[in-house]
């Protein structure tokens, strides 16, 4: 699967990272520094590659969006059109020091997000996990032996599984 990066900080760098060892093909973007995007793509292995947030969605399958909620508009342009893309994100409407949510009670980020782009599919994933968890959780997910019940979104997208496939995931979506 081809995965767009948007955003890579800690959440976008650990998921991406996951996707690119679990065989995804991953671009990595939206980064203050070209050097890091380099690395993180480097230390991922793989196909994974740097790129900008319009190389990152151009032929993404799926997106990731792992940014603050304040950059949310700011990389929705530079990403360009999204129309028929799966966008994940993992961002959640908070004020910009974190400390409240600025979207509650009659909304929700997904929602306003949808409305953002509006052509686009929005799934809200990964937003309950901290970051420092992400390796051991996907480690665990894919021993022998584990329960072999697969019961969140979160998983399959790990794995890149789709509801029906062989050993895919067992939840609707």
Not at 10 to 34: P, W
Not at 74 to 83: E, F, I, M, R, W
Not at 105 to 114: C, D, F, H, I, V
């Amino acid at each position: 699967m081809r995965i767009g990066i948007l955003g890579s900080g800690l959440m976008g760098g650990k998921l991406g990272t996951i996707f690119s060892r679990a065989g995804h093909d991953v671009v990595f973007s939206y980064s203050h520094s070209k050097a890091k995007l380099d690395k993180l793509a480097r230390d991922a292995g793989g196909q994974a590659r740097a790129g900008t947030p319009a190389e990152a969605a151009r032929d993404a399958e799926a997106l990731l969006l792992a940014v603050h909620w304040s950059r949310v508009d700011d990389v929705l342009k530079k990403a360009g059109d999204l129309s028929g893309k799966v966008i994940v994100s993992c961002s959640l409407p908070m004020n910009a020091n974190d400390t409240r949510l600025v979207i509650a009670n009659t909304s929700s980020g997904s929602e306003e997000l949808a409305k953002k782009v509006p052509k686009a599919h929005i799934v809200s994933a990964f937003n309950t996990v901290p970051s420092e968890v992400l390796f051991s959780v996907f480690e665990s997910a894919g021993r022998e032996g584990g329960s072999g019940k697969r019961g969140t979104a979160e998983c399959c997208v790990l794995r890149g599984q789709r509801k029906g496939e062989e050993g895919g995931c067992s939840i609707d979506q």
